[in-house]
């Protein structure tokens, strides 16, 4: 199944993902784990909870760039002007 997804709605997207089987998914730029991998895997546990409308709102004052990375920017200009006491 070769569908052009960058021309497609999100509505489309989602429709045709739900409705493609496990044998249509292309896994071949995806690597196979191998135990070597796996040995050296770690957890990695960096979440933060953060509210939907203030995601909303960075996704919509994004302008072209990723809005995680217009957040990272905004905590880290914070950060910088903060005066330690």
Do not use: C
Request: proline share 1%.
């Amino acid at each position: 199944m070769s569908k052009d997804f960058s021309k497609m709605s999100k509505e489309e997207r989602q429709k045709a993902l739900f409705e493609m089987s496990d044998e249509d998914i292309d896994f071949s730029d995806i690597p196979e784990l191998d135990e070597t991998f796996l040995e050296n895997a770690k957890r990695v546990e960096n979440t933060i909870v953060v509210k939907d409308d203030v995601i909303n709102w960075f996704k919509n004052h994004a302008k072209g760039k990723n809005y995680k990375v217009l957040i990272n920017d905004v905590l880290e200009n914070y950060i910088e002007h903060q005066v330690e006491s």
